[in-house]
């Protein structure tokens, strides 16, 4: 069996280690191996180890967090696998830190250093590198696969998924020269991450498209949970700034208006470490109200800080602050979806053929806010489990997300796809004036204006209505670059979270509609959407046989 699986992160890379036992693995990475958003992780993995600790108390606060959204068995099982897979990564040599007092070891023998972050009620954030976690965990990961007989492809960019009777028998790419060409396959797994660079600040690398979501909805997947954005609290507030560690509040350190005055105790019980929605809402209202928010870790003591957080250490000195002596700036950005591609927990999609697992899917997990840490373990766990099933049987009725509880939305209005061969979009749109629409270079930076003045972390109906048309009116006009696959990738999944967004009319976890500011009991917790496609429409470039019997690295 021939399995494809598209994306390098910590869930692609333990997919195609797992699946390499059984199967023939061809990896296609967009960048190389190590680009995904997983080497950018800094706090940890969240994962019940301890004695004082159980997968019920995770699981409980996964709910917590969720906002009531999250699908019950899904979250089980992430809770439940967690230990036995963060285990795997010992063995595999990841670096996890170890505690300096032998007096921790807990009943399991246990000597992991643990941290905590918001919404924990336990300490249970593994690390490694103190703040480098997940560059830990790729180079690990990376090194396995090189031990196993897969076929890596690097610098391919995935374009379309192909169809045939209704199931998925293989991708389109660009290869490394940026040609078209076609890889056969007998099943594909999605392992593509995210799509942060809808907005203008993120936390996300470069890569964080969301060309596997964008595929998936034109071959006529489900995908749910598009209206749940989740926004870090905590960017590093200059130009070029990255992600601060949730794991630094965790220690200890404070939020800070510009009067100096910290605020967050009047928002939450939990101050700064309440749920991320509560906080990244709580910052960006002071920032409005006193122009700048400063995380303050000046109380820590400065060796422990500096030894905890070294990768934090040098970005903030590379922007000019010490601080352990003074407050950075901070600011919310774009940093995860938990919406996706709708899966069981086995990682199967509505589709025949086609996988999902990681950031690209929508397992319910997460429901509308997803707790610190939890990205990593979903992308072990799910991971392992997709690829145990690959080959399997396909059982009669899959239990997908929203499919108990919330039937599929088979709207009329739903926003057509951006097909490769023709361009999209009409010349009724408001955006770049009345009578001229955006030039293709323009594309990015106007969606990313419009999702994030209109579709980001508040929103309201006036909002959502004017973003829909603008988006409606952009045109991405027969892509043949990366480039414009991934501005195709973009426009397709705008149009979709705005039009999601507009139909949960209630606040809820990382949705906050201004207009709608309390969270609608009889409300669904999850709205799902489907074109119901069977075949694809777009013109297909021809076969080139995938590589599928040696070790091909770009």
Not at 218 to 233: I, K, N, T, W
Request: charged share 20%.
């Amino acid at each position: 069996m021939h399995v494809v699986i598209v994306g390098s992160g910590i869930a692609g890379l333990t997919a195609a280690i797992r699946a390499s036992a059984s199967h023939d693995v061809t990896l296609v990475t967009k960048g190389s191996l190590a680009d995904a958003a997983t080497s950018h992780a800094q706090g940890g993995i969240a994962v019940a180890l301890g004695a004082d600790d159980s997968a019920s108390l995770h699981a409980a606060d996964t709910h917590v967090a969720a906002a009531g959204s999250a699908d019950a068995r899904a979250v089980d099982v992430l809770c439940t696998d967690g230990p036995a897979r963060v285990q795997d990564l010992r063995a595999l040599g990841v670096p996890f830190d170890r505690t300096d007092d032998p007096g921790s070891l807990d009943r399991h023998g246990d000597d992991l250093a643990r941290g905590r972050e918001a919404a924990h009620g336990r300490w249970r954030v593994v690390h490694a590198a103190g703040d480098a976690t997940g560059a830990a965990i790729e180079r690990t990961l990376i090194a396995a696969l090189h031990r196993r007989h897969v076929t890596i492809l690097e610098r391919t960019c995935l374009t379309d998924l192909v169809l045939r009777d209704g199931a998925v028998v293989g991708i389109d790419v660009l290869d490394l020269l940026g040609e078209p060409r076609r890889i056969d396959a007998d099943a594909v797994v999605l392992a593509s991450g995210g799509a942060g660079h809808l907005y203008r600040e993120t936390t996300n690398p470069l890569v964080a498209t969301g060309d596997g979501a964008a595929a998936a909805w034109r071959a006529g997947a489900v995908l749910a949970d598009l209206e749940y954005v989740q926004f870090h609290p905590t960017r590093l507030a200059v130009p070029g700034g990255g992600l601060v560690s949730e794991a630094v509040r965790g220690e200890g350190a404070v939020l800070r208006d510009a009067r100096g005055h910290r605020f967050m105790g009047a928002l939450h019980p939990d101050a700064e470490l309440a749920p991320r929605d509560v906080v990244a809402r709580g910052i960006a209202a002071a920032i409005r109200d006193h122009g700048a928010v400063f995380l303050d870790a000046s109380g820590l003591d400065a060796a422990f800080l500096v030894g905890r957080f070294p990768g934090l250490t040098r970005a903030t000195r590379a922007a000019g602050f010490d601080w352990t002596r003074e407050g950075v700036p901070v600011a919310p950005a774009a940093h995860y979806s938990m919406g996706g591609v709708a899966t069981d927990a086995e990682g199967r999609t509505s589709l025949p053929g086609l996988s999902a697992v990681g950031e690209v899917a929508c397992t319910g997990v997460h429901g509308a806010n997803r707790l610190a840490s939890n990205s990593l373990l979903e992308g072990l766990v799910f991971a392992v489990r997709a690829a145990d099933a690959l080959g399997a049987p396909r059982p009669g009725r899959l239990r997908l997300r929203g499919d108990a509880t919330l039937p599929v939305t088979w709207a009329t209005d739903l926003p057509e796809p951006v097909r490769a061969s023709r361009p999209v979009g009409g010349d009724q749109g408001r955006t770049g004036g009345p009578d001229r629409l955006p030039e293709p270079a323009d594309v990015r930076r106007v969606l990313q204006s419009v999702m994030t003045e209109r579709v980001g972390l508040l929103r309201d109906a006036a909002g959502l209505a004017s973003a829909r048309c603008d988006l409606a009116a952009l045109t991405v006009d027969g892509p043949t670059t990366v480039r414009g696959h991934e501005d195709r990738a973009l426009l397709d999944l705008a149009r979709l979270v705005a039009r999601a967004a507009e139909a949960r009319t209630e606040s809820r976890g990382a949705h906050a509609r201004t207009d709608h500011p309390d969270t609608d009991p009889g409300a669904p917790a999850s709205l799902a959407w489907s074109r119901a496609v069977t075949s694809a429409a777009a013109p297909a470039p021809a076969p080139v046989p995938a590589p599928v019997t040696e070790e091909a690295i770009a």
